[in-house]
């Protein structure tokens, strides 16, 4: 099965921007979609976006419509989350994940003043 490695986390302040990347290896990337999810302290983990094999892409949250763009580079076997306007309610760990790949170790996203 594949992984991936997620990165570009950390504390950020209410209307500041991050950008998630996660590197996927072991599962031939090009050919699935990838997910990013999310879970916050005490609540169950939610899918957030999710990018098609030639770009497309899909928000799930209305919550973060218009505020964050997935991404992906496939020479690379990267995606990208691209975070703005960030809220304390984002606030959480960030995976990647695709239907050949198991739960990674997720980036921590914390929007605090």
């Known amino acids: 099965q594949g992984h991936f490695v997620e990165s570009g986390g950390g504390l950020v302040q209410p209307g500041g921007s991050l950008r998630l990347s996660c590197v996927g290896s072991?599962?031939?990337?090009?050919?699935?979609?990838v997910g990013w999810y999310r879970q916050a302290p005490g609540k169950e983990r939610e899918m957030v976006a999710s990018v098609h094999t030639r770009g497309g892409s899909i928000i799930f949250l209305d919550s973060v419509k218009g505020r964050f763009t997935i991404s992906r580079d496939n020479a690379k076997n990267t995606v990208y989350l691209q975070m703005n306007s960030l809220k304390p309610e984002d606030t959480a760990v960030y995976y990647c994940k695709t239907t050949d790949s198991v739960w990674g170790q997720g980036t921590q996203v914390t929007v605090s003043s």
């Open positions: 072991g599962f031939t990337f090009g050919n699935y979609a």
